[in-house]
């Protein structure tokens, strides 16, 4: 690895950014607290960045790179942090993302999660889904979630993940990751042969596409506990978007599947914080109760906002009363929770602040 790029990546650790960005006729840029700050020094040209990127690639992901113009990978650092790497083309360019992944892995006291998400992590079976858009923090929370299965439960967990974020030691349990397109063809792949590879727990990186959503249904019906992500906003729409992706003559079918199935969602956004150093969680969480059950399958899923807003002996909370703590305790300030809000009259009343 060029040394270049080495300084880069360990400046990234000591600064705490998030990610750090290479561009074409820029300086390094990181994101620090959600805030993209460019660093001092050198503007890049084309030929500098193809040479840095390229010092980071072996033969084989650089023939890759150039047939597919895309590359995803992870890259370690000895003894400190990984990366995940994007590498891509930009108006002929070659540019790369690098998404910092802390080697030691959080607990769910630590990430100061809810004791509903540790209730979550210790189910038997079912699906439990971490959703929010890119860089709100889904993969840790369910490195947390996985890492409290690891300590407690004699299981064998099945990780499928494009690319390997956090490394797991096998604890009480027996982790096993995969990475796609380096241990397996593809997430649909890996989870059609998982099921022949007697997993307690199955871990799903992403939910992409309808063949791993649907293999996916299939392993939390049949007695397996299955912990995956998606990039959908609240809970809602996270029932919506796996019910949309099936064709029409398919759809009540899936209802009952997830209707049966699913034991919860987790909807993350990071923010940043009133003090303006670090990010605030605002967190709405859904537990499938068996009103909840039956509003999946009757295609109620409009009802179960409220269903949420009245569900907190069950652990759930929405959005905008997470965001209403976070004002109340300082953590955010009004504005920033009102650009996040899903109600924002609502919000307003909830803290009784005029318009």
Request: glycine fraction near 6%; include cysteine; aromatic fraction near 4%.
């Amino acid at each position: 690895m060029a040394i270049e790029l080495r300084d880069l990546l360990l400046t990234s650790i000591h600064q705490n950014a998030s990610d750090l960005h290479l561009t074409n006729a820029m300086p390094p840029v990181l994101r620090i607290d959600g805030e993209l700050v460019p660093m001092a020094g050198e503007v890049f040209t084309d030929e500098i960045l193809k040479k840095m990127i390229y010092g980071c690639l072996t033969d084989t992901q650089k023939v890759q790179f150039e047939e597919e113009k895309e590359l995803d990978f992870s890259l370690a650092l000895m003894g400190l942090d990984r990366f995940r790497v994007n590498v891509h083309q930009q108006r002929g360019c070659v540019e790369a993302a690098f998404r910092r992944i802390p080697l030691f892995i959080p607990t769910i006291e630590e990430l100061q999660l809810p004791q509903v998400v540790s209730a979550l992590a210790r189910k038997q079976n079912g699906l439990v889904l971490v959703t929010g858009p890119t860089g709100m923090g889904k993969s840790t929370t369910l490195a947390a979630m996985v890492q409290l299965i690891n300590t407690e439960s004699q299981s064998l967990i099945m990780s499928i993940e494009d690319p390997i974020e956090f490394l797991h030691s096998n604890k009480k349990a027996i982790i096993k990751q995969r990475e796609v397109y380096k241990d397996t063809h593809s997430f649909a792949e890996a989870l059609k042969r998982c099921l022949r590879q007697d997993p307690d727990v199955i871990v799903v990186g992403e939910m992409r596409d309808l063949e791993t959503i649907s293999t996916v249904l299939t392993a939390a019906e049949t007695g397996h506990l299955v912990l995956a992500t998606l990039h959908t906003p609240d809970a809602p729409q996270t029932i919506e978007r796996i019910i949309d992706v099936f064709p029409p003559y398919q759809q009540q079918q899936v209802r009952q599947q997830l209707a049966s199935s699913l034991q919860g969602v987790i909807s993350q956004r990071l923010m940043p914080r009133a003090s303006g150093r670090g990010r605030a969680l605002g967190l709405e969480i859904m537990v499938a109760t068996p009103a909840i059950r039956n509003m999946i399958r009757e295609q109620a899923i409009e009802q179960i906002p409220t269903a949420m807003q009245t569900g907190a002996q069950f652990g759930m909370k929405t959005m905008d009363r997470s965001l209403k703590e976070l004002v109340e305790s300082g953590q955010i300030t009004l504005d920033t929770a009102l650009t996040h809000a899903k109600n924002v009259e609502e919000l307003r009343q909830f803290l009784k602040f005029p318009r």
